[in-house]
């Protein structure tokens, strides 16, 4: 996991884990969503 400024990255080889391993990680991740826009305020 790598923390820059205000993301969170995952950062694995898909060699290093099982591939039902691999895919179960991207269905949880997928799971969270994309975050609404930021909103600027003026």
């Known amino acids: 996991m790598v923390l ?8 694995m080889a898909e060699v290093a884990v099982p591939r039902e391993l691999f895919a179960a990680i991207l269905e949880r991740i997928q799971r969270f969503g ?3 826009p930021l909103v600027q305020r003026g």
């Open 4 to 11: 820059h400024s205000k993301y969170v990255t995952f950062q």
């Open 34 to 36: 994309v975050p609404p």
